[in-house]
């Protein structure tokens, strides 16, 4: 018999994840980025929920306020992940994301699994750890699945997706306790691979980034599957494209064959 701890977590992510395989929807990008990477119908968050949902995805990743007023419709259709920190690009200097949506909140919007970034490097690296810690522990006691995106980012922070930069954010991670981690691509399926070992019992996710070309994006797909991720979480190289159920079919097809 698996111990109870073991047993909690693989219940805990079966919620979101299909044969220990997932592809997650993101669409947490207006406070980071603005309008501006939301062109023409991915500005409406029904657009996006249609997509997540006719796309079979295994869950839609929302902050907070969009959740509210989108996700009661589509509550019994696909899972939710609420992102539960966030900032601006109009603030310059070191990065510093603070928490703007409680467990409890995210509780009550019915998720399945909480996300935070942590920019680790930064001069308030430190607070993002603290608050992470926390969530950890509230998130637990409601059985939510913990995501950590983990991004290396500051002035000390000199090439953030370096081999040993990426492996070092998968890395945090499970030292940390989180569930899963969301990290950026290093250049090969080889330095990905030491990234995913890097992260040990720890799930590792890609974070798909700005948009490439389809041919680009799966090579991308394939190789970090192959390094051992578990899957994606995917926004603009899906709803920014012309057909996004037909690039949702080739990526399925990759993560989950």
């Given at each position: 018999?698996l111990?109870?701890l073991r ?12 044969n220990g ?5 993101a ?10 990477d ?6 409406d968050?029904?657009y996006i929920?249609?997509?997540?949902v ?12 969009v959740?509210?007023?989108?996700y009661?419709a ?16 109009l603030?310059g ?6 928490q703007?949506?409680?467990v409890a909140e995210?509780v009550?919007?019915?998720?399945a ?19 992470f ?5 509230e998130?637990d006691?409601?059985n ?16 953030d997706?370096?081999p ?8 945090v991670?499970l030292e ?5 981690v ?19 019992k720890?799930?590792?996710v890609?974070?798909?980034g ?15 599957m192959?390094?051992?991720a578990?899957?994606?979480a ?5 709803w ?12 399925k097809?990759?993560?989950?064959k």
């Open positions: 018999m111990p109870l047993k909690n977590e693989m219940d805990k992510l079966s919620k979101i994840t299909t395989k997932a592809i997650y929807l669409y947490d990008h207006g406070i980071e980025h603005g309008p501006v939301l062109k023409g119908r991915s500005l968050p029904d929920l249609d997509i997540a006719k796309g079979g995805y295994n869950a839609i990743v929302l902050q907070k306020g959740a509210e007023k989108y009661p589509y509550r019994d259709k696909i899972p939710l992940i609420v992102k539960l920190n966030g900032k601006t690009r603030v200097g070191e990065p510093i994301s603070s703007v949506c409680s995210a009550e919007l019915g998720a699994a909480v996300g935070y970034t942590v920019y680790l490097g930064s001069q308030y690296e430190a607070k993002m750890l603290e608050e810690g926390r969530i950890e522990e998130a006691k409601h939510l699945v913990v995501i950590g995106w983990m991004y290396p980012r500051g002035k000390e922070v000199k090439d997706d370096s040993e930069i990426t492996a070092y954010a998968a890395r991670g940390l306790g989180a569930d899963m969301k990290i950026k691509y290093c250049g090969s399926k080889e330095c990905f691979a030491q990234a995913v070992r890097a992260a040990g720890t799930k590792v890609l974070s798909g700005p948009k490439v070309s389809d041919e680009e994006f799966l090579e991308i797909v394939e190789n970090i192959e390094a051992g578990i899957g994606l995917v926004g603009r190289n899906v920014q494209k012309e057909s996004p159920l037909d690039i949702t079919q080739k990526i097809e990759i993560v989950f």
